[in-house]
Structures are given as C-alpha cells and as structure tokens.
C-alpha cells in the first residue's frame, strides 16, 4: 500500500530550445529512459513539474499535443529561482520532470462540434496542447477558431506556428495585440481579447469555448461568450494556481475543498462557478 | 471489548521489552513541550492529567524536514538516489484522545489518490497507546468534533488510570491485540466495572459547536467580516498550523549538501503564511491575513469533510493555547455556529 | 481601566485618532489579546492589566496602519522603547502615532498563570521604564513590583563560562525543537522586513528546512539581525511554541552593545542608532 517514491523526477534531455519572446522559452523534452518514453502517455491539458537539481520544481502544462508522442514541450516565463535556473540551460542538458498530473480537455467529447480557442499572452500553452491535438486530428471537428491575444507584438508567443495557423484554409486564426502594442507592419487585430471574440467568435451552436489567459482576460471574456449565447457547460479554463506537489497532498492549489492539481486544471465555467472566488 | 490490568512498575518493564525488540516508543517530553523518542523506563510519561504538549507528535508520521530525494553530479549527468526508509515500528504512548486519531485523519489526504510512502512507511506499522484524558481547559473542545476525553477512537491499546499504581488497559483493535500478544506477563486480568466507573467520571469539555451546522454556514458565507476580525490582528505565524496535530500542508525545497550533491526536501509549511500561495506574476489568491484565516477555519471545518468525510480537528486546543495574539479558534467556530 | 477606555473613547470620538490598538479580555481572565478598537462602542472593551504582555507596537508597521491616520496605541515603557526604535528606524512616522502610556507593574512571562513573584515577566525585574520614555497621554500609577532572582542572567552567565564546544552542544539542543514556524519573527515588532531574508530564494540565505544547519542559520541570524536593535520586549521566546530560550541570545547582543559602544535601544529619540550611525569616531578599523 505505501508503493514507491511519488516525489522521485524522471529524467529528460533537452532537445530544442526555442526563444519565444525576451523572457519566454520553449523546450522540447525527450525522456532519457527508453521504457519510460515508451509507456509515457498523457492527455491534451495535463501538466507537470519540471525540476532543476539545486534549484527546484516548478509546475507548467504540457505544451505539446498528446498526438506527437516522441516528446513533450513546455513553455516558461522567467520570473522566480527554478524558471531563471531552467532558462540558463542549453540544447544536452537534463531536466527532472514528474507527470502528466491533473485532469484534461474532454477533446473526445469535442469531437463532432465547433471549438474555438481563446488564449491570452503564455495563457497559450495549454491551448496550444488542445489546437495541436485538434489540428492533428482536424476531420473530427467542425469549424476550428483560434483567437489569441498579447500585450503587445513582442508578448506573443509561439510566432511560428501562428503564421502557420494563419495560413492554414481549414482554420480561421485571429492575433491581436492591446492598442499600442502593434509594430508598423502589424497585419493583425488591435484590440482586448474579450472586443475580438465578440466580433469574430463563430455562434454558441454546438460550439465548444476553450479559454485561457490571465485571470482579468477570462474575467471580461466569459459575460461575451454567455452574450453570445454559450451554456457555462461548453466554456472550458484551465485554472493556474501555485502548485509543490501536484499531487493533491501539499495543499497550496487548494480552491475551496478542490486541489487544482489533482481535481482540475481543467474546469468547465459551470464548476468554476461552484467554487469559491480564490483564484 | 477485552480488558486487562498493567501496572506502573510493569508498564516500564513493558516499555524496556518494547525497545528491546526494537520498537521506536514515543512518549510526551516532561516538560510538555513536544515528544520525544523514549530511551528507557525513565522517561515515560503517562499521565492522564497533564496539558497537552505545545507541539502534537505528528512530525514522527510527517516529518518536519525530511529529504525526498538526494541527486549527485557525475560530470554532466545527475543521478537520483532514493533515501532510504526503513519501516518503522513505532508506539506512541500515551496519546490523549485529541491526538490519537491524528494519524488516521491525516492519513485520508497521503492516500486518497497518489500514495504518499514517506507518510505511509511510518503510520501504517504505527501502534497508538492511548490513554483516558483527566486534564481540561477552556481550550479543550474534543466534544465539539466528535471525541471525548474518554474515547478510544484512535487508539489500538486504550489505558484508564485506575489509581496511582495501576491502569486498566483495553484492547481496542486487532492491531493492538497482536501486538500486546508477546508481553501478555505483564498484564492482569481487569475489571470493567471499574474501569467504567472511572471513565463516566471523567467531566466532558462544554460543547462549543455543531460541525454539520458550521460547515453549512461557511457553505454559504465565503464573505463574511468574522474572518477579516481575527486577520486584524493575527500575526501570520504558523504556530497554529505547526502545533496542530493534523494540519498538513508542505513544501518542496533543493538543498545543497555540497558542491556536487544535494538533496530535494519535503518541509513543513502553513496556509497562514503570506508567500504560501503567492503566484509568480505578483498574484496572490489569498492576498490578506483574514482571507488566510478564513481557509484555515474552512479547510478544517468544511472542505476536508466535504472531500474525505473528516473533520480536520480534534479539538485538543494547541492553536488557540499557543497563539502569540490570543486567537481562539473555538471561539471563532463557536461565533460561526451562532450565526449558523 | 475607566481612564483607559475614557480616554480611548475621547481620542476615537474627537477625532484625534481613527483607531486605538489596545488590549482585551481573552478566553480566560488571566489572559489579554490585541485589538484595534474603531469606534467608541469598541472602546468600552478595552483593558489593562497584568496580563496584557503583547508588543502591540507590532502593528504599527502594517500598512493598513501607515496609512490610517494617527493611530493610537496602549504602551508599557518595553513597548514604547519599540515604538522610538520604529520611529529612528524610519518605519514610523512620529507625528503618525498617539502613544496611550502606561504605568507599568509588571506582566507575566507567559499568559494563563496568575501574576506572582514566581510568574512575573524577567524582563520586568529591572525594568528601567516603568514609566514609558515617550507619551501623549500618561495612565495609571506605579505600585511595588515582586522581586525574584534573575534565573535568566544567571544561564547566561553559566553560558559565558562554557567553552564554544560546550554553548554549540547547548544551543543544538534548544534549536533542535525549532519547527520554523517564525512565530518569533511574527511577533517582533522590529521585524518589519517586507521580504524577510529567510523568505529569500534567489539566492536562498537561510535554508528553509527546519534541521540543525537550517535551524541554527535562522535563530543565529536573526538575532545578529536584531544586535543593538532588540528592544527586550522578549515576544519571540513567549511566541516560540519550542520554547526556545531566545532570550538569551538577544540580552547577550544587548549587554555587547551596551558594553562595547554604550548603546541601549529604544531609549530616545535623540540617540542616534547603532547599526545605522557612521561615526568618525569609531573604533572599529574595517569601517573607516
């Protein structure tokens, strides 16, 4: 019954690294152990803890889709101890990693239906994982709508795959930047998040709303999409709360008697609506 | 329920075998501040009357400091060793009713999923010695929670004071029963009648609340000035939390043991801390004292019994005796159930 | 007490200040807890006691409080050495805080005991400041106090007298029980840092875990930390749940400052402070 060391990282090399803006990283990850690389499987929202020796843990989502098994990539913001010790890491070097923890995107029960995916600034990460999956698998679902915001042009990450995505006919891409953030030759949205999905959101109709960014974002967003007509059980978040474990034991993500970690990221607005505002 | 006698002079001899035969005995310190591993007869204290400790023995369950993982730097590779971790036999003798439950409460969180084994290696051979409680202030409130000074909740072997030389001691669970097996020459047989007499003399702390009425009122009042009143003037220590013979919460730490080696470390941390749940970015759900007290009365009085059907308390006072402000948290519960 | 509570009234109702933090009745009688008295109706709880052993010039430095207004505060003379260490130090603003003095008789070392001879506070034994150094308003009158030995001084002098071998053994065993619970720091009114150097991870001073190396690193830099600072009001060793002497090692500090640059903390508001005075003068090498 007591089983084996929950706390014990596996190893990871990294394989890529990708700059995305002046504080913002991206590494591709490969697990070190053939066996584990193997049996190593998780779903579209789940997260994990990503370790530095001497440093420590920090918790990010698994950036990458589920559908690309051979690695996992998980984007960073340089803010704190462990972020500032991952960004001075080179192409070769090891990562510990723990995971996939937490709950996922119902991307099966998506599947048949329109989705439209909000993000704000690094709130991309976790959606990225669910647009990837949904590309990947693209004759599943219905019309696809991508609608993503930053601060401004330097905020935006994952500049690569936004060209992609704008240049793909079987998606429809919004990028938008806050006024003032446009550069001269910006060919996108100037505007708040929440003003753009009221003008280009697709209809509520059997439409599934991904959403994630900072927490004054979604607070703005949901009142348009519920304008808009979608029930609180088709808004999907992915909640971000100060995580050590991630395993529903050291109780620092505690929302109400929900662990994030363990019970969530992912909620459905009707559940948000449950618990109580600390987040 | 079985019953045998044990006297004073054969409880040491008891206690003698028992490190003998390499049991990890834990008793409270003598001078009631925490407890501590008992190197021979001398040091037992088994004493209905005395002021529970100033720190409950659940560090020897979840430890305050402890390394969860040691890694060493070969060149440009880490490897990981696992500390190692010897089952542990450990007895906790003379655990008031307030505390010998806490193992089991606090084992619903480090198993309701994900199997914590640092907990589990310790609690799971655990055997707690209880015995019958005679002390009261205005600090105790077991009654409140669903204890007494009387019950043998928690325990496995339940001791009642009988007089000044002799306890009568139960045998509550299986677990107890066989491990009391071997040292059977120390015990006599015992008479219940007495014993019970005893125990329904023993005076009941006054009953300051109801749980189920109080976890519905905090249902539905997340807002409520009650909280931010004790923020007022709480001082965001974690003596309540470090005191408390369930609270749980940890943290994760590197630690260097030296320049090619360290080790990973699960420590003790509390939810009235400031930092506790302070984001990167700046944001913190929690930003005030009073939103911090808040969910440690909601944690132990609603969610942990919304999530795994305990309440998170025993009612043995510690938080409130040890406060460095004076915050009461019967009081406060009990105010919570007036307005319930 | 009524002079207490009219004169908290009066202050609250003419405006004079837009709180009071004083003391009240606790669970039992022989026990007092802070509290921040707004209205007039919340001065009528206020008391004064023997009991009332908090440093309430603790609370000063909250934010909350910075920018209140004038804020009044009930003070024994220990408290008061705190509030003119907080003024010197910058972190209160004179002008800001309404100082209720009391004549003190003495308190108790720890609360829930009867107050005796045996119970009295040590740092009541030769306490200098009965009467506090700073007020606006001055209450009550000065009785006999009990006397008792110094038991505290004489530990300390029984640890002068050991070698370092013999004081390391000592203190491993009194850090040993520390469980990082910072009530000591919590309750310090001189502990105002907003980031706390222990709470520091980039890079990480002072380990947080509370083993032998983490546990002599916090007590020992904090009280380098508080060396000709600490004003005595001893709140850290009544906070600590370990009971831990503490004490001892921020008397010791106070006795170097006394003896090596003539200082005591807290004394007035003209003294300049020790760690924050350049002085020309200095007979120290390294800083000139």
Redesign the interface.
């Known amino acids: ?9 596996e ?1 990871m090399e990294i394989t890529d690294i990708v700059q995305e803006t002046s504080d913002t990283k991206t590494f591709r990850l490969k697990f070190k152990n053939e066996s584990t690389a193997k049996s190593f499987s998780f779903k579209a929202g789940q997260f994990g803890e990503y ?1 530095v ?5 920090s918790t990010f989502c698994i950036a990458s889709s589920p559908t690309r098994s051979e690695y996992i990539e998980c984007s960073f ?1 340089q ?3 462990v ?2 010790a991952l960004t001075r890491l080179r192409v ?3 990562v ?1 990693f723990r995971g996939p923890y937490g709950n996922y995107f119902p991307v099966e029960e998506m599947k048949g239906k329109n989705v439209v995916f909000i993000a704000g600034g690094i709130g991309l990460a976790p959606v990225r994982c669910v647009i990837w999956n949904t590309l990947d698998l693209r004759n599943d679902f219905k019309d696809v709508t991508i609608i993503y915001g930053a601060r401004s042009f330097n905020d935006l990450v994952y500049k690569r795959e936004l060209k992609e995505w704008k240049e793909r006919k079987d998606i429809k891409t919004v990028v938008t930047v806050d006024p003032g953030g446009e550069v001269p030759d910006w060919d996108g949205e100037i505007g708040f998040v929440p003003a753009i999905v009221e003008k280009v959101a697709p209809k509520a109709e059997n439409t599934v709303a991904i959403v994630c960014g ?2 004054i974002m979604i607070k703005f967003t949901i009142p348009v999409l519920q304008k808009l007509g979608f029930a609180e059980e088709n808004i999907i978040t992915t909640l ?3 995580m ?2 991630g ?6 993500c ?4 929900v662990y994030v970690c ?1 019970d969530g990221p992912v909620f459905t607005y009707a559940q948000m609506k449950e618990l ?4 | 329920m079985e019953e045998k006698i044990i006297s004073l002079d054969n409880l040491s001899f008891f206690v003698n075998d028992l490190i003998k035969d390499n049991h990890i005995v834990i008793g409270q310190d003598s001078k009631e501040i925490n407890w501590k591993r008992i190197t021979g007869a001398k040091d037992i204290v088994v004493n209905s009357k005395n002021i529970p400790s100033n720190i409950s023995y659940k560090e020897f369950v979840f430890a305050k400091t402890e390394p969860i993982i040691y890694y060493k730097n070969k060149k440009d590779e880490f490897d990981i060793v696992e500390p190692a971790l010897p089952r542990q036999k450990l007895v906790f003798l003379g655990a008031k009713p307030c505390d010998a439950r806490s193992i089991e409460i606090m084992s619903k969180v480090f198993n309701w999923d994900y199997k914590d084994k640092f907990f589990n290696e310790r609690a799971e051979g655990s055997i707690v010695i209880g015995v019958a409680c005679n002390y009261q202030d205005k600090f105790c409130f077991c009654t409140s929670v669903g204890l007494s000074p009387v019950t043998e909740k928690g325990s496995d072997l339940f001791l009642v004071p009988l007089d000044e030389k002799n306890f009568a001691l139960q045998i509550v669970t299986e677990r107890g029963k066989e491990f009391i097996q071997p040292y059977q020459k120390y015990l006599s047989d015992g008479n219940q009648a007495k014993s019970k007499e005893i125990l329904s003399k023993i005076k009941n702390p006054e009953k300051r609340f109801e749980t189920s009425k109080v976890s519905e009122w905090l249902t539905n009042n997340f807002e409520h000035k009650i909280f931010d009143n004790v923020g007022d003037i709480c001082v965001g220590c974690g003596q309540c939390a470090f005191a408390c013979p369930v609270c749980h919460c940890f943290d994760i730490v590197d630690e260097e043991c030296d320049y090619s080696s360290g080790r990973r470390m699960k420590n003790w941390d509390a939810c009235q801390f400031g930092l506790f749940t302070l984001h990167g970015s700046g944001h913190n759900p929690r930003e005030t004292q009073g939103k911090r007290y808040r969910q440690r009365i909601a944690h132990k009085f609603k969610y942990y019994q919304d999530k795994f059907d305990e309440v998170l308390c025993t009612g043995c006072g510690r938080c409130s005796r040890g406060c460095p402000v004076g915050i009461d948290i019967a009081e406060v519960v009990a105010e919570i159930n007036s307005l319930a | 007490m009524n002079e207490l509570r009219a004169k908290a009234k009066e202050l609250l109702t003419n405006g004079t200040v837009k709180v009071v933090i004083g003391y009240i009745e606790s669970t039992t009688p022989d026990r007092t807890k802070p509290f921040i008295a707004r209205t007039a109706e919340d001065a009528e709880k206020l008391v004064f006691n023997k009991y009332c052993v908090n440093n309430l010039a603790l609370y000063l430095t909250r934010k909350e409080f910075r920018r209140t207004g004038v804020v009044g505060i009930v003070a024994k003379g220990c408290d008061v050495k705190a509030i003119v260490q907080l003024i010197q130090e910058n972190q209160v603003n004179k002008d800001d805080v309404y100082i209720i003095g009391m004549n003190c008789n003495g308190v108790v070392s720890e609360l829930g005991q009867d107050f005796s001879a045996e119970t009295i506070a040590t740092k009541c034994l030769n306490c200098s400041v009965r009467t506090p150094l700073l007020y606006h308003t001055l209450l009550g009158t000065l009785e006999d106090l009990p006397k008792r030995e110094d038991k505290n001084f004489v530990l300390m002098q029984k640890l002068d007298a050991m070698s370092a071998g013999e004081r390391w053994d000592f203190w491993e065993d009194e850090f040993e029980r520390c469980v990082k619970c910072y009530a000591c720091r919590q309750a310090c009114p001189l502990c105002y840092c907003e980031r706390c150097i222990a709470d520091k991870t980039v890079p990480r001073w002072i380990e947080s875990s509370a083993h032998t190396r983490g546990n002599f690193s916090w007590n020992i830099i904090r009280a380098f930390h508080l060396a000709g600072r600490c004003i005595g009001c001893n709140e850290c060793e009544r906070a600590c749940p370990a009971e831990i002497p503490l004490s001892l090692l921020n008397r010791k500090m106070g006795m170097v400052a006394k003896k090596e640059f003539d200082f005591v903390a807290g004394m007035g508001l003209d003294t300049p402070t020790l760690v924050g005075t350049y002085n020309l003068n200095d007979n120290e090498d390294f800083i000139k």
């Open positions: 019954m007591s089983g084996s060391n929950i706390y014990k990282p190893m370790g020796f001497g440093e420590g843990e913001k803010i704190g101890k972020t500032t070769g070097d090891s510990g900072p927490p971000e709360n100060r050590k474990c395993l529903g034991k050291c109780g620092r505690n929302v109400g008697n363990k109580p505002q600390e987040y």
